[in-house]
């Protein structure tokens, strides 16, 4: 992401219909009930511990729906629904008069808390919830809000994820939780004794650290800008998680948050009592999947002949992998990248709000996929999950501006599940690796796809077909998006568009031994060729 376009993004209001007050418990059923019928309690022994409260939020958000709609310059690589993003919305100190431009954006004196309580997903392959300093310290706080900041895009540490979580019964999914984001010792120590007065276990306590080393803290110029966002993807039931979904859209008919939010500041200040850089997972086994390369030469081998049959005369492209990053270089040369967020920051480079719980592997250069032209992708590769080195894969398209007017919206999705849905494991490579391959016993470990603007009968089921992605309501982002996206555009065309090219990032989340991302080490990577006139 260009740094015009995230200093951009900072400056942008967004008008959401929340109103961050105190509401009224809801009257609901089961476990989510039991979490939110003891808030009442849990504030006033909050009270009685020392601290004054604020209510916000944690809500579903659509960051490509927010940048159709013009209150998001860029969507920051995020995928279209059936993705589904919540964020924190959390009012500022009052009394600081510091109020932030964005939603999503919040800060925190060293001293205070955020606590979200409430019910976490139904059953997905993965949620995972973490907060990260967007924005440094202001160097010049005029123009208020946000003065002149240095872009940081860096977690404070891990997820708390679904493998990590704190709660009860035998699966993390429908469980009450209570998720504490905080930076003093003190503070935690009484807001853990609070909940637990209040009734909430230790059990179902998760606590979030935020080093200063990583960012400064504070309300006002001096302290950063946070973003707290939970992700979940691959539901089990499909209509189950959009009913959890709709619950936190305001103005939808399901809507009965599942969550409550607040911030608690101490009356009388606290000293200093910061808590340590904390620890990160391990990635890695010392287990690879390089047995499975020979298998998968001879697929690529396959998809050219199988190509080369339906048309000779069509140039085919091998496309690099690498792991994603910025096209161009900083201020001081280097390449921004975003599996290794804390390398960024010692560098002074934006790490994008990425997780260290997913590899990103993008294709370049970028590609073009016109809806005039005989153009497309085949992706293939090793499911990572089968081989037990991801709790999901995926493979998602974007298309990349060359107009820089903004970036990476994404145009759609395919997940590890939905790889071979129409038939046994390994049926979408077996549409190239044939019976006589000698690697065909592998297949099963495999899969190609297909990506294009439009999708032939014979290349149905196991093609993306990409161009105007659709809501939660089904209702295409294209039909409210300005500028258009408009993947036909040439590259001198003067008229304006999100996009022009395309590319495709490999995502390959948590190895369920480590509950963080594989090492990318022991992967054999994902690959994809590009066949069509459109030769970068």
Same mark, same amino acid.
């Given at each position: 992401?260009?740094?015009?376009?995230?200093?951009?993004?900072?400056?942008?209001?967004?008008?959401?219909?929340?109103?961050?007050?105190?509401?009224?418990?809801?009257?609901?059923?089961?476990?989510?009930?039991?979490?939110?019928?003891?808030?009442?309690?849990?504030?006033?022994?909050?009270?009685?511990?020392?601290?004054?409260?604020?209510?916000?939020?944690?809500?579903?958000?659509?960051?490509?729906?927010?940048?159709?709609?013009?209150?998001?310059?860029?969507?920051?690589?995020?995928?279209?629904?059936?993705?589904?993003?919540?964020?924190?919305?959390?009012?500022?100190?009052?009394? +600081? *008069? %510091? =109020?932030?431009? $964005?939603?999503?954006?919040?800060?925190?004196?060293?001293?205070? !808390?955020?606590?979200? @309580? /409430?019910?976490?997903?139904?059953?997905?392959?993965?949620?995972?919830?973490?907060?990260?300093?967007?924005?440094?310290?202001?160097?010049?706080?005029?123009?208020?809000?946000?003065?002149?900041?240095?872009?940081?895009?860096?977690?404070?540490?891990?997820?708390?994820?679904?493998?990590?979580?704190?709660?009860?019964?035998?699966?993390?999914?429908?469980?009450?939780?209570?998720?504490?984001?905080?930076?003093?010792?003190?503070?935690?120590?009484?807001?853990?004794?609070?909940?637990?007065? +209040? *009734? %909430? =276990?230790?059990? $179902?306590?998760?606590?979030?650290?935020?080093?200063?080393?990583? !960012?400064?803290?504070? @309300? /006002?110029?001096?302290?950063?800008?946070?973003?707290?966002?939970?992700?979940?993807?691959?539901?089990?039931?499909?209509?189950?998680?959009?009913?959890?979904?709709?619950?936190?859209?305001?103005?939808?008919?399901?809507?009965?948050?599942?969550?409550?939010?607040?911030?608690?500041?101490?009356?009388?200040?606290?000293?200093?009592?910061?808590?340590?850089?904390?620890?990160?997972?391990?990635?890695?086994?010392?287990?690879?999947?390089?047995?499975?390369?020979?298998?998968?030469?001879?697929?690529?081998?396959?998809?050219?002949?199988?190509?080369?049959?339906?048309?000779?005369?069509?140039?085919?492209?091998?496309?690099? @992998?690498?792991?994603?990053?910025?096209?161009?270089?900083?201020?001081?040369?280097?390449?921004?990248?975003?599996?290794?967020?804390?390398?960024?920051?010692?560098?002074?480079?934006?790490?994008?709000?990425?997780?260290?719980?997913?590899?990103?592997?993008?294709?370049?250069?970028?590609?073009?996929?016109?809806?005039?032209?005989?153009?497309?992708?085949?992706?293939?590769?090793?499911?990572?999950?089968?081989?037990?080195?991801?709790?999901?894969?995926?493979?998602?398209?974007?298309?990349?501006?060359?107009?820089?007017?903004?970036?990476?919206?994404?145009?759609?999705?395919?997940?590890?599940?939905?790889?071979?849905?129409?038939?046994?494991?390994?049926?979408?490579?077996?549409?190239?690796?044939?019976?006589?391959?000698?690697?065909?016993?592998?297949?099963?470990?495999?899969?190609?796809?297909?990506?294009?603007?439009?999708?032939?009968?014979?290349?149905?089921?196991?093609?993306?077909?990409?161009?105007?992605?659709?809501?939660?309501?089904?209702?295409?982002?294209?039909?409210?998006?300005?500028?258009?996206?408009?993947?036909?555009?040439?590259?001198?065309?003067?008229?304006?568009?999100?996009?022009?090219?395309?590319?495709?990032?490999?995502?390959?989340?948590?190895?369920?031994?480590?509950?963080?991302?594989?090492?990318?080490?022991?992967?054999?990577?994902?690959?994809?060729?590009?066949?069509?006139?459109?030769?970068?």
């Amino acid at each position: 992401m260009k740094g015009s376009v995230l200093k951009s993004f900072a400056l942008v209001v967004v008008a959401l219909s929340v109103t961050l007050v105190a509401t009224p418990v809801r009257t609901t059923a089961g476990r989510e009930m039991k979490a939110l019928e003891n808030v009442p309690r849990f504030l006033n022994k909050i009270e009685q511990a020392g601290f004054s409260w604020q209510e916000g939020a944690f809500l579903y958000v659509d960051p490509i729906k927010e940048t159709c709609e013009g209150r998001y310059p860029t969507a920051m690589g995020n995928n279209p629904w059936p993705s589904a993003y919540f964020q924190l919305q959390m009012p500022n100190s009052e009394d +600081a *008069g %510091y =109020p932030l431009p $964005i939603a999503a954006q919040w800060q925190m004196e060293q001293d205070e !808390a955020i606590v979200i @309580i /409430g019910q976490t997903p139904p059953a997905v392959r993965y949620f995972s919830i973490q907060t990260w300093a967007q924005l440094g310290p202001a160097t010049d706080p005029s123009p208020p809000p946000l003065g002149t900041r240095t872009l940081i895009g860096s977690a404070f540490g891990d997820t708390t994820n679904n493998l990590t979580i704190h709660t009860t019964g035998k699966n993390p999914f429908s469980r009450l939780i209570v998720y504490i984001i905080v930076a003093n010792r003190e503070t935690e120590s009484r807001v853990r004794a609070a909940a637990r007065a +209040a *009734g %909430y =276990p230790d059990a $179902i306590i998760n606590v979030e650290t935020l080093s200063p080393v990583i !960012a400064p803290l504070g @309300i /006002g110029p001096g302290g950063s800008i946070l973003v707290t966002l939970q992700r979940n993807a691959v539901p089990s039931d499909q209509a189950e998680f959009e009913r959890y979904v709709r619950r936190s859209i305001p103005g939808d008919p399901l809507y009965d948050p599942p969550y409550r939010a607040f911030r608690l500041s101490p009356v009388e200040e606290l000293a200093a009592d910061p808590f340590p850089v904390p620890t990160l997972r391990v990635r890695g086994t010392g287990h690879s999947e390089m047995d499975l390369l020979p298998a998968l030469k001879s697929l690529r081998q396959a998809i050219l002949a199988k190509e080369a049959e339906r048309d000779p005369a069509l140039p085919a492209k091998e496309l690099g @992998i690498r792991f994603w990053q910025d096209p161009m270089p900083t201020a001081n040369g280097q390449l921004e990248f975003i599996d290794e967020p804390w390398a960024g920051l010692q560098r002074g480079e934006y790490s994008y709000l990425g997780s260290r719980d997913t590899n990103y592997f993008q294709t370049y250069p970028y590609f073009k996929l016109r809806s005039d032209v005989d153009e497309y992708v085949i992706v293939y590769g090793v499911n990572h999950h089968t081989t037990g080195k991801a709790t999901y894969e995926s493979f998602s398209v974007y298309v990349e501006p060359t107009f820089g007017t903004g970036r990476e919206i994404g145009l759609g999705t395919v997940s590890d599940p939905h790889f071979d849905e129409a038939g046994p494991p390994g049926d979408s490579a077996r549409k190239y690796l044939q019976p006589g391959d000698p690697y065909y016993e592998y297949a099963d470990r495999l899969f190609a796809w297909k990506v294009a603007r439009h999708c032939a009968p014979e290349d149905l089921p196991y093609c993306l077909e990409v161009g105007n992605p659709t809501d939660i309501n089904g209702v295409p982002y294209n039909d409210n998006c300005n500028p258009q996206i408009n993947l036909d555009i040439e590259p001198n065309d003067p008229r304006p568009s999100w996009a022009t090219d395309v590319f495709v990032v490999f995502r390959g989340y948590m190895e369920p031994a480590t509950a963080v991302s594989p090492d990318s080490n022991e992967l054999v990577w994902d690959q994809a060729i590009y066949f069509g006139p459109y030769l970068p």
